[in-house]
């Protein structure tokens, strides 16, 4: 389904590895707010402490993506970089949150021919293929590691270009046991290593099969649910 994905092994391979806790990254958007804060200051923008909280509610700056080569386009926060030999045709991620990224894949028309949305079935066949491929890519090797794979929605939508295009929403949580070498089975305690969110745009051009990809811890989900569903509602899919 993916061009390259499939040859992920687990979760860091595709995205960058962080090291930080859920909780953790929580903090760190809420570091970034105080970098927008520090940000306005500097720049001699005076803020009294009654408007900071309308100050920050404004929707941030988004730049555009536009790949005329291979037919694509979306928006993204200006302020996420690009990551180069991330496996993806195109990667951005947070810098500060670096489990919160984007990607961008599509199929090779050498080795499919999709005509249209309706060749992967409903939005909820795709879906379950979305998941599928999502378990795929972030199966591990080690000892005690579980992935367990939530589909959220699935829907469909016509966008201004007139072309369907299909979204799934997955949440995924990643557990491992805290002794996967103990003997009984009571002292292998599972704990959870993260839980995510996962997003996908799906749309079919040019014989190929596209997919936008994001990825967000789901704690960072619930603060930036409208700029990331902004991101989703972007995607497009171009003649070329």
């Known amino acids: ?30 570091r970034r707010k105080n970098m927008m804060m520090m940000g306005l200051l500097m720049s001699g923008l005076m803020v009294s402490e009654a408007n900071l909280p309308a100050a920050f509610a404004s929707t941030p700056v988004f730049r555009e993506y536009i790949d005329t080569f291979d037919g694509y386009s979306f928006k993204y926060p200006q302020n996420w970089i690009q990551v180069r030999g991330a496996g993806a045709d195109i990667f951005f991620r947070d810098p ?40 795929t890519e972030f199966m591990s090797t080690r000892l005690g590691v579980k992935r367990q794979a939530t589909i959220l929605s699935t829907s469909s939508r016509v966008a201004d270009d007139g072309k369907p295009y299909y979204q799934v929403e997955v949440n ?32 079919v051009e040019n014989n190929r099969l596209y997919s936008l990809r994001l990825q967000t811890p789901e704690k960072v989900f619930l603060e930036e649910e409208k700029d990331l ?12």
């Open 1 to 30: 389904m993916y061009q390259s994905a499939a040859n992920s092994a687990n979760p860091e391979s595709h995205v960058l590895k962080n090291c930080l806790t859920d909780d953790k990254q929580a903090c760190a958007v809420g």
């Open 96 to 135: 500060v949150v670096l489990d919160e990224n984007l990607a961008v894949e599509f199929s090779s028309p050498s080795s499919s021919n999709y005509m249209s949305l309706e060749d992967l079935g409903s939005p909820e066949e795709a879906g379950k293929r979305v998941v599928r491929q999502y378990l």
């Open 229 to 240: 569903r902004r991101v989703m509602d972007s995607f497009r899919v171009e003649k070329i």
């Open 172 to 203: 995924i949580k990643s557990y491992a046991n805290n002794n996967e070498l103990a003997v009984m089975p009571e002292d292998r305690v599972a704990r959870l290593e993260w839980n995510r969110r996962y997003l996908a745009v799906l749309g």
